[in-house]
């Protein structure tokens, strides 16, 4: 089965078996955000709840 090229692009997963992804809000705005947050906001964050089977349904292949 084929997997989806735009989750494959924008999803990871790790040797453990979670799956990342990045953190929403870094595309404008950075004046009102402190610098503390800016820095949280380049980490990957992991996938929780109702999206995760559906997320590695399309990203089966990467294992």
């Not at 590695?56 to 990467?62: A, D, E, G, N």
């Amino acid at each position: 089965m084929k997997g989806h090229s735009g989750s494959q692009k924008r999803f990871k997963i790790t040797a453990t078996g979670k799956v990342l992804h990045k953190a929403t809000g870094r595309r404008h705005n950075f004046d009102t955000k402190s610098i503390r947050r800016k820095r949280a906001l380049r980490k990957d964050r992991a996938v929780k709840g109702a999206d995760l089977p559906r997320i590695r349904l399309l990203i089966t292949h990467m294992r």
